[in-house]
Nanobody
């Protein structure tokens, strides 16, 4: 099975930017959709962004408010989340996930393979 691995988290100040990476070997050949989720303290897992296996279409959760962009480099089996104008409320563990369907859906239940997460902390 596919094992995605996230990286790129860290400690930043409000207004800063980060780009998260998710290495997902085999995801392009298998035509898997991909998504980014996050888990804030004492909150449930939240959908952020999903992307079609080809990278040609994407959609976003309301909390991104135009600040986040999901892309993928299929030559390297890597999915990215560019996050701009970060806020303290964005502090969370960020997870990359893959679905056996072609579309990166909003429903966490549709994803079969999950990374272990990368921590993002935003100071006020």
């Amino acid at each position: 099975q596919v094992q995605p691995v996230e990286s790129g988290g860290g400690l930043v100040q409000a207004g800063d930017s980060l780009r998260l990476s998710c290495i997902a070997p085999g995801s392009t050949d298998k035509m898997y959709g991909a998504g980014w989720f996050r888990q804030r303290p004492e909150k449930e897992r939240e959908f952020l962004a999903g992307i079609h296996w080809s990278g040609d279409s994407a959609h976003y959760g309301a909390s991104t408010r135009g600040r986040f962009t999901i892309t993928r480099d299929n030559k390297k089996d890597t999915i990215f989340l560019q996050m701009n104008n970060l806020e303290p409320d964005d502090s969370a563990i960020y997870y990359c996930a893959l679905t056996t369907g072609a579309i990166g859906t909003r429903s966490a239940n549709m994803y079969s393979f999950w990374g272990q997460g990368t921590q993002v902390t935003v100071e006020p």
